[in-house]
């Protein structure tokens, strides 16, 4: 992985055969072997490690589902911004700027931060509007 630092933004989920007993059909004709690498690998990052022979494939597909998404509350501008000209929009509602229930302007990473109820969810749209900051 490039950078140092940067462990935390990795998660390794498996689907593999159970360490703590045997799974299978019992006639030879498929054995699944325990997933003894995959499931460190699994614990080691915080990830989930999940029973190949599931027969019920919905709720490993929905727990997978939803560890996997993890909601962005910090979103980078493209240039330095004047904060008293920010205009923040979600779905086309404006966001006020609210350290508790809406957005705060990070000077020193130039990012807005959602907070509370105004942290987007997935598909929804983030308009931002603001005039640059002119440095001499």
Known sequence: MKGSGRSSKVKVHAIAGPTREPCGTGQGFFQAQPGY???????????????????????????????????????????????????VLLDGRPVLEDPDDGYTYLFTENAIQFHGSSVPGPGQRIDLAYSTLCEP
């Open 37 to 87: 690498i995959y499931e460190r690998m699994a614990q080691d990052t915080g990830g989930l490690f999940l029973n190949i022979c599931q027969e019920d494939w919905q709720p490993v597909f929905q727990q997978l589902g939803l560890d996997t998404f993890q909601a962005f509350d910090t979103f980078f501008l493209d240039q330095v911004a004047e904060p008293s000209t920010l205009q």
